[in-house]
């Protein structure tokens, strides 16, 4: 999903999420919310690194503006 919201572009540095387009910026919440458990999956972590966006779930819910 990440791949098709950002139109294949790795932004380096991360752009603040207000200027994330709508389409990634959904596919941010939605990783945000997922649950905690599911943040504990190492591979997670690692299809996030590509994309320049947070590793763990604290630090991801604070770029996307969500109450932790």
Not at 12 to 29: F, G, I, W, Y
């Amino acid at each position: 999903m990440l791949h098709v919201a950002s139109g294949g572009v790795t932004p380096r540095p991360l752009p603040s999420s207000d200027e994330l387009d709508e389409a990634t910026c959904k596919v941010v919440h939605g990783l945000a919310d997922l649950a905690a458990a599911t943040w504990r999956w190492g591979n997670l972590s690692m299809m996030l690194s590509p994309y320049n966006l947070p590793a763990d779930r604290a630090a991801c819910r604070r770029y996307a503006g969500l109450a932790e």
